[in-house]
């Protein structure tokens, strides 16, 4: 079973559509979980961190429920401009208890916004 | 603004060819990192580094070396090129610490082809 594990989409979706990603995660002592978003032949880049309480910037809202390991991240109104891959990302200690900022990506899931 | 640099966009090696990969930060950062990105699997990590001259293996170290003699630089070393090496190279830094939020800044990646 893969450490992180999200939506295979592709998503295509119209402009003004709201698009939920979902993401799983293996293990049960992960401390920290992130969303990061990567365009076409670019680097990756942070989008939001998740809380447990979830947290929201904008068009965009991320929740964590840490007893079914499980993310999730909401897209509104989506604009062309949300084109793009989002990586679901989390945070593992090692057994002893430290991460030196290790991170796990998913493979990630491709959303396509169109006209 | 911070920033991550590699030495390369792209690169043509030979099999059998050792290959040096290198990454320089700016921000001062004591933690960096060395992925691969690869269609359907995501980005793996191949090493990572919480200090000068330290170094620690990440999930798929095999084939691969690396070496930090400077804070700011973090090289990736093939050993002996093979053909299923070729990919794309990420490289990352962040900041110091055992806390959250461990962003990462990615820097724009090397594709390399290894024929």
């Known amino acids: 079973r893969k450490e992180v594990e999200q939506d295979p989409g592709p998503f295509n979706v119209p402009e003004g559509a709201t698009v939920a990603f979902n993401c799983t995660y293996s293990n049960s002592a992960s401390q920290s979980f992130f969303w990061y978003r990567q365009d076409c032949r670019k680097e990756p880049k942070l989008l939001m961190s998740v809380y447990s309480s979830g947290n929201e910037d904008g068009r965009f809202t991320a929740q964590l429920n840490r007893a079914s390991q499980y993310i999730s991240l909401l897209i509104r109104d989506s604009k062309l401009s949300d084109s793009a891959t989002y990586l679901c990302v989390v945070n593992m200690a090692d057994q002893g208890g430290t991460s030196y900022g290790k991170l796990t990506f998913g493979q990630g899931t491709i959303l396509t916004v169109h006209p | 603004d911070v920033k991550v640099t590699q030495s390369s966009r792209y690169l043509v090696k030979r099999t059998g060819e050792k290959v040096f990969l290198e990454c320089v930060q700016d921000m001062d950062h004591e933690n960096m990192f060395w992925y691969r990105q690869d269609p359907g699997l995501g980005l793996r990590l191949i090493y990572f580094s919480y200090d000068v001259k330290m170094k620690e293996k990440g999930d798929i170290p095999e084939g691969y070396s690396v070496s930090r003699e400077k804070k700011e630089r973090f090289s990736l070393i093939l050993e002996s090129a093979s053909t299923n090496q070729t990919s794309m190279y990420l490289c990352?830094?962040?900041?110091?610490?055992?806390?959250?939020?461990?962003?990462?800044?990615f820097g724009p990646g090397t594709r390399l082809t290894v024929t």
């Open positions: 990352a830094s962040s900041e110091p610490g055992r806390l959250p939020p461990y962003e990462q800044y």
